[in-house]
């Protein structure tokens, strides 16, 4: 599945899951624009990280210790990119939502 039919997926599942499991739209929208503000969070970091590493192959093709500190540094990004995701993920698989 293209990345952007799943990122397009995730979106619908939430605003699904929201509206059915709250019955109303009291709160929706705060929750919405927080999860959307951390998808957005997450996009960018995945795009910064994705050009750190691009550009550690093309500058530094043969390594070395500048090759080495963007790898630490995109290293540290995914990590954080991973503690995202694990907060999104765990907002679309809350209790109220799981008998959508």
């Known amino acids: 599945m293209p990345s952007g039919t799943s990122s397009f997926l995730m979106v619908s599942v939430f605003f699904v899951c ?44 043969n390594g070395g210790p500048e090759a080495s500190r963007i790898s630490a540094a995109a290293r540290r990004k995914l990590a954080n990119l991973m503690t995202l995701l694990d907060k999104l993920a765990d907002m679309l698989e809350s209790p109220e939502c799981m008998s959508v």
């Open 18 to 61: 929201n509206a059915q499991c709250r019955g109303t739209t009291a709160g929706l929208r705060s929750d919405t624009d927080k999860w959307l503000g951390s998808y957005e969070d997450a996009t960018n970091m995945a795009n910064e990280t994705l050009s750190s590493i691009q550009e550690r192959n093309i500058k530094h093709p």
